[in-house]
């Protein structure tokens, strides 16, 4: 079986990544601070890598250890969800000496999965952290997870950006040199657009079809991927509005409230004036239908409030605001804090339904305005799943929702 493109042509070299400068600029600002010895305990002791799959979060954590002539201790969140697992695992790691380099770096990817089970996970992470001889990487697609919500005081965020078409299409021609293989400009420019940003999805395709016989193909199927609420922000006020914003939401793993706040708290840094009022305006009639939902219980009018939050907003300008622009979260921390409780709530909800009917939590809350009529329908429904007195409430509208 032929090695993987992906970790054939992986970067060695910090010169080799490409679409990533502003990254790995912290990246070497930070480790330089850690071997110096200007981090304390009270400081931040990790690096948070954050951005969608296929950026080079995990790539550039290798590229570190290559520079820096350290041993790469690597694991996958997935492997410790608890506190337990923790003292099992990384707690010796951070304790040994490198065994065949005299620096060491840990790696933790998917981060973001540590969470799921939780049970003091992220507690002793943090603690761990802060007591580490050695530094910390941590990769995650969504770093705003209120459960990550410890880990951010903690660690030095670096957002990993989409990579754009044209690099993605460069690195694929350097592979295609290198492996002595014929150019296809179309079908290499397709496959780099299509990827949308996906760096390793772009190579694992150019893989698969150089080793097609016969006709190349020259359409693609365009990935149905999920994109943190930075670039789904950026989409919106950046480019001109089209028929697909109508959809981008559907792509975020937050809610429509949750994206409501940090549309409201960003608008200011890209309209102004006429165009600013414009942008309020279709905020506003976004929140209408946000309320006439949770008062009348009208699921549908997530299509239209939706629409206002997506379509209208970007409809607000003439022009876009020209170069890059950086979004902070929302500052707004009680409604924040509010609208957390009712996701919560949500969230418990369809964790017990999904394991009762043995589905997928993500399924279950796509499917929850049935799976609420359905439990509503039956007393014996919400017995079975064990539902507390305030998710019950949730589910009827009368605390929750208010």
Do not use: C
């Not at 989409?162 to 690195?171: F, K, L």
């Not at 559907?250 to 994206?259: A, K, N, T, Y």
């Not at 608008?267 to 600013?276: G, V």
């Amino acid at each position: 079986m032929s090695e993987s493109w992906v970790e054939k042509y992986r970067p060695k070299k910090f010169s080799e990544v490409k679409g990533q400068e502003g990254a790995i600029k912290k990246i070497k600002e930070f480790i330089e601070d850690f071997n110096l010895g200007k981090l304390t305990k009270i400081e931040k002791k990790a690096l948070l890598l954050h951005g969608p799959p296929g950026t080079g979060k995990t790539t550039l954590a290798h590229v570190l250890a290559n520079e820096t002539g350290s041993e790469l201790f690597e694991l996958n969140a997935s492997d410790f969800r608890n506190r337990q697992k923790l003292q099992e695992i990384l707690k010796p790691a951070l304790e040994q000496k490198s065994l065949m380099s005299r620096n060491k770096i840990i790696l933790i990817d998917e981060v973001d999965g540590i969470s799921g089970a939780d049970w003091g996970g992220v507690t002793e992470l943090v603690y761990l952290i802060s007591n580490s001889n050695y530094p910390i990487i941590l990769t995650a697609n969504d770093a705003w997870k209120r459960s990550l919500a410890p880990l951010r005081q903690k660690a030095e965020l670096v957002q990993l950006r989409e990579i754009d078409y044209r690099t993605i299409r460069e690195i694929l021609f350097d592979i295609l040199r290198k492996e002595d293989l014929p150019i296809n400009q179309e079908v290499i420019t397709k496959i780099a657009i299509k990827a949308k940003g996906d760096v390793r999805a772009a190579i694992n395709d150019l893989q698969a079809i150089s080793k097609l016989k016969g006709e190349i193909p020259t359409e693609f199927d365009e990935r149905n991927k999920e994109i943190d609420i930075f670039n789904a922000l950026r989409r919106i006020f950046k480019e001109k509005p089209s028929q697909e914003l109508l959809k981008l939401f559907d792509s975020v793993d937050m809610s429509l409230d949750e994206i409501l706040l940090w549309i409201e708290q960003n608008i200011p840094k890209e309209y102004q004036e006429h165009e600013l009022a414009h942008a309020y305006e279709m905020l506003s009639k976004a929140d209408i239908f946000r309320g006439r939902i949770y008062k009348q219980q009208y699921w549908r009018f997530m299509l239209y409030e939706s629409i206002f939050m997506s379509y209208g907003i970007s409809a607000s300008k003439k022009t876009p605001k020209p170069g890059f622009t950086s979004y902070q979260k929302p500052t707004r921390v009680l409604k924040i804090w509010l609208n957390n409780q009712r996701i919560a709530k949500k969230k418990s909800i369809a964790e017990k339904y999904a394991k009762t009917v043995h589905i997928g939590q993500k399924r279950a809350l796509k499917e929850f305005p049935i799976i609420k009529q359905i439990i509503l329908s039956n007393p014996k429904i919400a017995e079975k799943l064990k539902l507390e007195k305030e998710e019950i409430e949730y589910l009827k509208g009368t605390s929750w929702e208010k």
